[in-house]
């Protein structure tokens, strides 16, 4: 394997497009999902290990940013932008021949190409090591993707293993912000993320999609109990993520057979949780708002779902929706846990109604909250309202352009009888790393002095930075928003330094200076206007 690579304060820029170009290769199609993928990138690893890409630019290529294929081991993707990008930003995707009994959809008839006649293999796990595994994508700024290609994400992962997906803000995609292809092989953490704007341009999806059809679908489907840990092996966290989709998507999509995901903590605005055809799901101290809903979709018997302790707020009466011919029995018998929540309707009193893809209630037999409680679901409930702490808090020092507004935590009694745990909500997304002590100024646009005890001065005015100094130094100017640095300069004396528009955007920036007497840092505005 390369091992030990770094790929530090680099830009990508200006790569061909991988849809349509004149090389002839056709697209995979990735197990389980309905995905097609180039096994192409602007950085490409396979046979790989601790390779770190940190403080890169990803601007205008014209396909993948960074693709892991097959085995990698303890690879990082962390404190980059990928903006404008063809396809996806970070992909991490096993080869085929690390799968026991790899299949695809089959578009006509919507079946999976795959059956017991050529795969007999029930042996829990991959087939082989040719996956990635203990990957981390931290802290990385995705705003506008799938330009060329629809079905993209800012994270895509299939046939992988315990990687780490954490700290990313992703938003402007006509698609899923994190898409699991497959359910091979769980331990994966999504944590602190957070999606919005995305499914711009399809249907049917959310923030974070999630497909299963694995071998589950092949030894049984819904008669297998044990198959649905044969590929999912280990389960998938998904926790602490604000996610935000189109009214009638959902907030976290577990689409056909995806099993073995814990969800926790998680706050879904107009996008909820789904249940569809799948097992071993927990659904647990989330919060859903402003039209998100709960989808109980064909639920299988023996489900083991666990769901408690959410809090279900919206101005519509259907928090809950269900599948045609689905009734709070029949949901009540594959379930076998959901309850003690806060489900609450400033439109009247809940109701189940069929599933709608749009904002509006569906139709189809309409049960109402005693019908549902009466089969045995949220039986310790509470309907009543939630009092959110404050619906438009902000938090000083971070700015607003990298920082949603709002705590949703429930301040009723009920959400105290009912042992909700509040979590923070001002985590979201990237953060900001800060190098040295920044104290003194007032960050603004107009020029600023700013005095060390060694004698060191920084002035920044007008997208130039002037420092002065007696000895050697050392600037480097870091983004508030993913801690990317944007420049590193070393000067002697006195020294001015022009900004690089090209790499910077409008925002709050560290200068940072390293002197032989220490370390100092200062707050500036940086504006394209």
């Given amino acids: 394997s390369v091992r030990y690579v ?46 770190l890409v940190r403080n890169c630019l990803f601007d205008q290529i014209g396909g993948n940013g960074v693709f892991m294929s097959g085995y990698n081991r303890n690879n990082v993707v962390r404190n980059s932008v990928f903006k404008q990008i063809g396809a996806s930003g970070v992909l991490l995707m096993g080869l085929r021949s690390s799968i026991r009994c790899p299949n695809s959809w089959n578009t006509a008839g919507n079946t999976l190409q795959g059956s017991t006649s050529n795969c007999s293999d029930q042996t829990p796990g991959p087939l082989t090591e040719e996956y990635p595994a203990y990957c981390a994508v931290k802290n990385n700024l995705m705003d506008t993707l799938g330009i060329f290609e629809k079905q993209p994400a800012g994270v895509v992962l299939s046939a992988t293993r315990r990687d780490t997906i954490s700290h990313n803000t992703i938003a402007h995609l006509p698609r899923s912000g994190i898409n699991f292809c497959d359910g091979a092989w769980g331990g994966t953490v999504v944590d602190y993320n957070w999606v919005y704007d995305d499914v711009r341009e399809t249907s049917d999806h959310g923030p974070i999609n999630a497909w299963g059809r694995d071998r589950n679908m092949i030894f049984g489907g819904e008669s297998n109990v044990a198959a649905s840990k044969y590929d999912a092996v280990e389960p998938t966290i998904v926790r602490m993520n604000r996610l935000e989709a189109p009214a009638g998507m959902f907030g976290i999509d577990l689409d056909d057979q995806a099993s073995n995901y814990f969800q926790e903590k998680n706050l879904l605005i107009s996008g909820g949780n789904k249940l569809q055809w799948n097992r071993y799901n927990t659904y647990i101290n989330n919060i859903i708002i402003r039209g998100g809903n709960v989808q109980f979709h064909g639920v299988w018997a023996n489900s083991n779902h666990y769901g408690a302790r959410n809090v279900i707020h919206g101005s519509k009466t259907c928090l809950y929706q269900k599948l045609s011919g689905n009734t709070p029995t029949t949901i009540k018998n594959a379930v076998p846990m959901w ?43 509470s309907a009543t309202n939630p009092m959110f702490a404050d619906t438009l808090k902000t938090w000083p020092g971070r700015t607003p352009a990298y920082l949603p507004v709002g705590d949703f935590n429930p301040t009723s009694s009920a959400a105290t009888t009912l042992k909700f745990e509040p979590f923070a909500m001002d985590s979201f997304g990237v953060i900001g790393t800060t190098p040295g002590l920044v104290t003194g100024i007032k960050a603004g646009r107009g020029a600023h002095d700013v005095q060390r005890g060694n004698g060191a001065t920084m002035r920044y005015s007008a997208g130039r930075l002037a420092v002065a100094c007696a000895g050697d130094y050392r600037v480097s100017i870091v983004s508030m928003a993913t801690g ?18 090209k790499r910077a955007g409008s925002g709050l920036y560290y200068a940072v200076v390293r002197t032989a007497d220490g370390l100092d840092s200062r707050p500036f505005i940086f504006s394209k206007l």
């Fill in 6 to 51: 770094n790929f530090e304060n680099l830009t990508f820029t200006h790569t061909y497009r991988s849809l349509f170009d004149s090389t002839g290769q056709s697209y995979e199609k990735i197990t389980g999902s309905d995905w097609g993928i180039r096994r192409k990138g602007a950085v490409f690893m396979q046979n790989a290990e601790n390779i």
């Fill in 339 to 381: 309850d003690s929540n806060i489900v609450y309707s400033t439109a009247g009193a809940v109701t189940v109604t069929d599933w709608s893809q749009t904002s509006s209630c569906g139709g189809g037999t309409v049960y109402t909250w005693a019908n549902w409680q009466t089969a045995g679901l949220d039986a310790h409930s």
């Fill in 484 to 501: 990317r640095t944007l420049a590193e300069m070393r000067g002697h004396g006195n020294a001015d330094f022009a900004l690089d528009s």
